[in-house]
Every structure is written in structure tokens, then in C-alpha cells.
């Protein structure tokens, strides 16, 4: 099948204007005529010469289409509904626990005089356990488990800012 469109081509049409007497010319004057283009366009199906069939028959038939379509349109536009974001939660307020007795005022000088001790801290701030994990044989040892016992922090907080308990490692040194 071949898809047959006319021509929509405008038509220029000359107008010729009337000469008075003798010596005068005429006047003439150019003026486009233009026709609608789609008053004049078809389209139509024709069959390729060679493809084409005789007889004839009954039939029946149905159909269906779709378009797409374009417009302007007015008026007040509004919001769809449409349900809300969940507000964001408020930031965090979390923090581990914080040393506040005994003040760190010097750093450690040499490994050797650092002790590890893993400790729980409780709700208040005070140390409820004490394992250590670095130590040294003698009365500096006895010294240093006996010391982290006296450690006090500020306990730490949960996302809403309530303590909590909390364990974690503290390393410090004996002078």
C-alpha cells in the first residue's frame, strides 16, 4: 500500500491593473493568493500496480483509534493531593561518656607507662566495672587497677539525649 497526500501549494495570482489614454502604461500590481492548505490535502490508500485483487465479498469489520491532542487552558491550578513527607527526626543527641576526673593535663611520655582498662560507666557517671586489658606486673599495676575505680565521666547519651550505661576502653598512665 502506498500513502497517496496532495499537493497544498498556494496559488500566486497576478492582478492587472487598467492604463488610461494613449501614452499612459498599465499598472501592475502583485498579489498572493493563499488557500487553506488542509482545505485541500486527502489522504488515501492506493494499491501498488501488480498487487492488486479482484472479486468481492461480504465483510465485517471493527476498528479502534487514539489520538493525541494538544490545547490552552485557564483557571486557578492547585496542589495534588498528596500526603506529606514525613517530617525529619530531630538530630541526634548521642555521645559517648567523657572523662572529667581525672584531668588529662600531660601525654603520655612512653608506652611503658600505659595502662588499658576496659569499664563500664553507669547512668550517673561512675565506673560499675573494670577489666584490664594493658598492665604491668607490681605495685604499679595494683596502683592503676586500683585508680580507674575513682574515675568519674560525664555518662553517655542516646539519640534523645538520656544516659545510658556504656563500656569502652580507657587507656591512662600513673605517675
Given at each position: ?10 496559488v500566486f ?7 488610461g ?31 492488486e485483487?479482484?472479486?468481492s ?8 483509534g ?8 485557564g ?17 541526634s ?6 572523662l ?5 593535663d ?7 607507662d ?15 566495672a ?18 580507674i ?6 555518662p ?6 538520656v ?13
Amino acid at each position: 500500500m502506498v500513502l497517496v497526500v496532495s499537493d497544498p501549494t498556494p496559488v500566486f495570482v497576478d492582478l492587472v491593473g487598467g492604463g488610461g489614454g494613449g501614452g499612459g502604461h498599465a499598472a501592475r500590481a502583485a498579489h498572493v493568493v493563499r488557500r487553506d492548505p488542509f482545505a485541500e490535502m486527502s489522504i488515501g490508500m492506493e494499491t501498488p500496480p501488480g498487487q492488486e485483487t479482484g472479486g468481492s465479498g461480504e465483510g465485517v469489520g471493527g476498528g479502534r483509534g487514539g489520538g493525541i491532542g494538544f490545547g490552552d487552558g485557564g483557571g486557578i491550578a492547585t496542589r495534588a493531593a498528596v500526603p506529606d513527607a514525613p517530617a525529619p527526626p530531630p538530630p541526634s543527641r548521642a555521645r559517648a561518656a567523657k572523662l572529667i576526673f581525672p584531668a588529662r593535663d600531660r601525654d603520655v611520655e612512653s608506652d611503658d607507662d600505659l595502662f588499658v582498662a576496659r569499664i563500664t560507666v553507669d547512668t550517673d557517671g561512675a565506673v560499675v566495672a573494670v577489666h584490664m586489658v594493658t598492665t604491668h606486673p607490681g605495685v604499679r599495676g595494683d596502683q592503676a587497677a586500683s585508680a580507674i575505680w575513682t574515675f568519674r565521666y560525664a555518662p553517655a547519651l542516646d539519640d534523645a539525649g538520656v544516659a545510658v550505661r556504656s563500656t569502652f576502653e580507657q587507656p591512662f598512665q600513673i605517675r
